[in-house]
T-cell receptor, first 112, second 112 residues
Framework: ETGVTQSPTHLIKTRGQQVTLRCSSQSGHNTVSWYQQALGQGPQFIFQYYREEENGRGNFPPRFSGLQFPNYSSELNVNALELDDSALYLC???????????FGSGTRLTVV | GESVGLHLPTLSVQEGDNSIINCAYSNSASDYFIWYKQESGKGPQFIIDIRSNMDKRQGQRVTVLLNKTVKHLSLQIAATQPGDSAVYFCAEKISGANNLFFGTGTRLTVIP
């Protein structure tokens, strides 16, 4: 059974640019959630995808968007990057009807 | 968002001693709680969970206690080992919601 994999592991972008982060869910999981973890803080929920549609969203602006593909993998897109977007972005997969969440190791995004 | 907080941001214990990490939550509608361990450069790793219809659950060297009256959660680690050094987060899930709310975390340092 493979776990959650995220790519890339590290990324440096310039303010105003756009970025795409990728996540492959754990085998058997059909739901993907994205979290933002600023340095020294707990993860904050961005949104969740199920059946290729957004299924719940946290307090993040529309420039944070996502996709889910038929194989349940997912992308997180962030437009017009700001310095405060620098964080660890975590993907968590789960299976509908269960409460188990498996996290990936994250993508460390630095905006300069 | 909901408030999930930790009483102590740092905790240092001697190797072999027991560790207790505390967490307060604010939403009485939360029905599922998880403790995660996060090592540097990695994503949160599941330790143990508990549902609101229970007040205690034990795993291997770990015990979670839930006091719904005062909205308090604790993680007890027996015979703490150097490999237990990490940041520990409690997370809560509100009934019917599809995301987790995390606290800030407690950094546990095990002194050899």
């Amino acid at each position: 059974e493979t776990g959650v994999t995220q790519s890339p592991t590290h990324l440096i972008k310039t303010r105003g640019q756009q970025v795409t982060l990728r996540c492959s869910s754990q085998s058997g999981h059909n739901t993907v959630s994205w979290y933002q973890q600023a340095l020294g803080q707990g993860p904050q929920f961005i949104f969740q995808y199920y059946r290729e549609e957004e299924n719940g969203r946290g307090n993040f602006p529309p420039r944070f968007s996502g996709l889910q593909f038929p194989n349940y993998s997912s992308e997180l897109n962030v437009n017009a990057l700001e310095l405060d977007d620098s964080a660890l972005y975590l993907c968590a997969s789960s299976r509908t009807g269960t409460d188990g969440y498996t996290f990936g190791s994250g993508t460390r995004l630095t905006v300069v | 968002g909901e408030s999930v907080g930790l009483h102590l941001p740092t905790l240092s214990v001697q190797e072999g001693d027991n560790s207790i990490i505390n967490c307060a939550y604010s939403n009485s509608a939360s029905d599922y709680f998880i403790w995660y361990k996060q090592e540097s450069g990695k994503g949160p790793q599941f330790i143990i969970d508990i549902r609101s219809n229970m007040d205690k659950r034990q795993g291997q060297r770990v015990t979670v206690l839930l006091n719904k009256t005062v909205k308090h959660l604790s993680l007890q680690i027996a015979a703490t080992q150097p490999g237990d050094s990490a940041v520990y987060f409690c997370a809560e899930k509100i009934s019917g919601a599809n995301n987790l709310f995390f606290g800030t975390g407690t950094r546990l340092t095990v002194i050899p």
